[in-house]
């Protein structure tokens, strides 16, 4: 029997509702199309209530905990009480960056039975991989503020880009690029207005792009992106941004293929010396935490892309292909993509279809 060792951490808001559904079917699509593994789960209470105990987010060990593990399979982090700058700098970027989980991939996918707010579009029309930049570039923690809390307040917030670390993410863009059946790869720029950092990312896409002649690829700006993700979805297979750039896009192409509550994202160090960590993008959305109606679909997805990570791709086309006939069949949505359903009865729904 094969093992795979995964941290779970609901963390807050709507999290643990959401990953209680996706440890669900991860567990199911395993059992049913990789009998020889098995799943082996470590549940950790961290978040911002272990914040409000105990004065930290996790743990002194609680890095070297999560270092033994193959997968993080992660929730949300965000409560109301406490600034949105601790959980999201103590837990979420530090774990991005300490584990050099450099590639950040969001799919964005028009499923069939899911309601458009795009007219004329059906289902597959919408598909794109975007790969976001995840370790460096416009929030990297490097900056500070001079005379604070004085009328004379002073913020100085530094993006970091270097040619080895925009190489990286272009190059597994294009990699990825790659296996899909159009071979279409769109860099997301603006070194028109930003003289440094963007043209060194455009330096690093014209460099790697030479070794992909297989892959048709061109550059965009930002600005003309946001507004075809709108107007062309379709146009878009695979996209490569920077983290900022990628964080704003991938929100918008959440959007237009019906909601955010089915994005799903994976961040990833491809060696694999570190473990990698999958998480929905939505966040804790703490307005409808506790009330048992959270689309656990980001979530659930976001254990596809873990298993993908893991080697159980049989499994994992499992657990996306239960999702897609359920969101067809219609019977089982939560209010965000049309239906009635709560986080539960879409969870057992997708359990039923695996």
């Known amino acids: 029997m094969a093992v795979h060792t995964v941290a779970v951490i609901g963390g807050d808001g709507i999290g643990p509702e959401v990953i209680a559904q996706a440890v669900r079917a991860v567990q199911a699509a395993v059992a049913k199309h990789d009998r020889g593994h098995e799943l082996k789960l470590t549940h950790l209470p961290w978040g911002s209530e272990h914040y409000k105990t105990h004065g930290h987010i996790l743990p002194d060990d609680g890095w070297d905990t999560l270092a033994k593990h193959d997968a993080i399979l992660f929730g949300a982090v965000g409560d109301p009480s406490i600034p949105d700058t601790i959980p999201v700098h103590q837990l979420l970027l530090p774990m991005r960056r300490r584990f050099d989980q450099y590639v950040n991939l969001r799919p ?41 809390n004085t009328d004379n307040e002073v913020a100085v917030q530094t993006s970091v880009f270097t040619r080895a670390g925009c190489e990286r993410i272009i190059r597994a863009a294009f990699e990825g690029a790659r296996k899909r059946p159009r071979k279409t790869l769109t860099s997301i ?16 896409f014209e460099a790697v792009r030479k070794e992909y002649p297989d892959v048709k690829s061109h550059a965009l700006l930002v600005d003309a992106a946001a507004m075809d993700f709108v107007r ?3 146009a878009f297979d695979v996209v490569v941004a920077s983290n ?18 089915l994005a799903s994202s994976a961040n990833v160090n491809p060696t694999k010396k570190f ?14 935490a506790g009330k048992g109606i959270a689309n656990p679909l980001a979530a659930v997805l976001s254990g596809a892309l873990m298993l993908d990570h893991l080697g159980l ?19 089982a949505r939560t209010k965000d993509v049309g239906g009635t359903a709560t986080t539960v009865q879409v969870g057992d729904a997708v359990v039923a279809a695996i």
């Open 244 to 261: 900022l750039f990628g964080d704003i896009l991938t929100d918008l192409s959440a959007a237009v293929a019906g909601s955010i509550g």
């Open 189 to 204: 720029t603006k070194s028109n207005a930003l003289l440094y950092s963007m043209t060194l990312w455009d330096v690093a």
């Open 313 to 331: 791709s049989a499994s994992a086309a499992g657990v996306r292909n239960a999702v897609a006939a359920v969101l067809k069949n219609g019977q």
């Open 232 to 234: 062309r979805p379709e």
């Open 108 to 148: 964005a996918y028009l499923f069939d039975g899911v309601p458009c707010p795009l007219v004329g579009k059906k289902p597959g029309d919408i598909d794109m991989l975007v790969y976001r930049e995840n370790t460096e570039g416009e929030y990297a923690p490097v900056g500070g503020k001079l005379y604070p």
């Open 275 to 288: 473990p990698s960590m999958f998480e929905p993008v939505h966040g804790s959305a703490p307005d409808i």
